[in-house]
């Protein structure tokens, strides 16, 4: 084992910044996550930080070379072809991995010679490359943040399961303790012994006992708060989610939006004028991908102030630049879902009674890359 090891998705961010620097640019993607060959932004320069100490990876304007510059000083410069090498290498071994973990230990080399030291970028911090571009619209050539997420490895989170993404319901209707015992109980006898009961088997029983599930907070008050300053309704709009989710098994994000549009949950006048639905989850979406985290009070800031990078498949690097913001937000409706995370992790899914007698349910969210 090497001095570095990581799963496919920490590799991948190396390969991301090995890949901007041997292509020298970055292409745009559309709704479909698909290159647009005629949106494009040159790459300057892309900075990484380390140790507090900030690397700078200069491409020269004839993209022959790649300086590197730490604190003002020139400390090595890599040819082009080279990093196009290494950048071929290093997909090639995340590709052909079985293990969870693994080491590359070519790629290693060219990591000193880069002066990188960790394979990710802190976990504070939503933007996980820094990279000066030249806008050709504009002239010009700010440095701005993005968020990596790869196909490469197991199908990344947009929105990370938690003790705080945990949603409380009060149970409304004939609620009782034999009932309650029956929506707790996770296992049936089958033809081959035990079975697990699914979740959404066991609140079938609720729906079909006349028990409403009805939004009554979330376990950290700082959730709900951020999902407010998104927008007002936003929780009980997460909250019918989680019962499609849950209750119904429907996940894909697209197909929720079209169930709750149809069905219109929280009464909005003229649904079928409006996207009431579409607009607000596209914004949930778009502030977690861009800044947003559960647990930690959010005005709105976004981190990644540049956009989104996705790895394909096929090792194409694609960004959406926020000039593109309306096939960002299409692009994550049409590729994310819903997921069940660990129920015992997280403490939910059980049907409880508070000391005052009522009946509560707490759901979890996850969304997931499809």
Not at 73 to 86: P, W
Not at 139 to 149: A, D, Q, Y
Request: glycine fraction near 6%.
């Amino acid at each position: 084992m090497g001095k570095h090891s990581g799963n496919r998705g920490e590799w991948s961010e190396l390969y991301v910044l090995i890949k901007i620097l041997a292509d020298g640019r970055l292409y745009g993607a559309d709704k479909h996550g698909k290159r647009t060959d005629d949106v494009y932004y040159d790459v300057n320069k892309v900075i990484r930080k380390e140790n507090n100490v900030e690397i700078e990876y200069v491409i020269s304007e004839d993209k022959e070379y790649i300086e590197v510059i730490i604190a003002g000083e020139k400390k090595a410069v890599i040819g082009a072809d080279r990093i196009v090498e290494e950048s071929e290498h290093l997909f090639d071994a995340i590709t052909r991995s079985s293990s969870r973990t693994f080491s590359v230990a070519r790629t290693e080399l060219l990591m000193d010679e880069l002066y990188c030291t960790k394979l990710k970028s802190p976990s504070s911090d939503k933007s996980d490359i820094r990279i000066q571009i030249h806008d050709h619209r504009t002239g010009l050539e700010p440095t701005l943040g993005f968020s990596i997420k790869s196909a490469l490895g197991s199908l990344p989170t947009l929105i990370n399961s938690s003790g705080s993404t945990n949603v409380i319901f009060d149970l409304i209707g004939n609620m009782t303790s034999e009932l309650a015992e029956v929506v707790n109980f996770s296992e049936k006898e089958g033809d081959w012994g035990k079975k697990r009961i699914t979740l959404s088997e066991r609140y079938q029983n609720l729906y079909s006992n006349g028990i409403e599930l009805k939004y009554a907070g979330t376990q950290n008050s700082v959730f709900e708060d951020n999902l407010r300053m998104i927008d007002s309704s936003l929780p009980e709009i997460l909250a019918e989610m989680l019962k499609l989710h849950y209750v119904e098994g429907i996940s894909d994000i697209s197909e929720q939006i079209k169930i709750l549009s149809k069905r219109n949950p929280l009464e909005y006048r003229k649904p079928d004028e409006y996207p009431y639905y579409e607009f607000k989850i596209k914004k949930l979406l778009v502030s977690y991908a861009l800044g947003m985290r559960s647990s930690a009070p959010w005005k709105g800031d976004e981190q990644a102030s540049g956009g989104y990078i996705i790895v394909k498949e096929d090792g194409d690097v694609l960004c959406y630049h926020l000039y593109n913001r309306n096939d960002f937000e299409d692009y994550l409706v049409r590729h994310t879902k819903l997921d069940t995370p660990s129920t015992t992790r997280h403490e939910y899914s059980e049907v409880y009674k508070t000391p005052g007698g009522k009946y509560k349910l707490k759901l979890n969210l996850q969304i997931r890359f499809k």
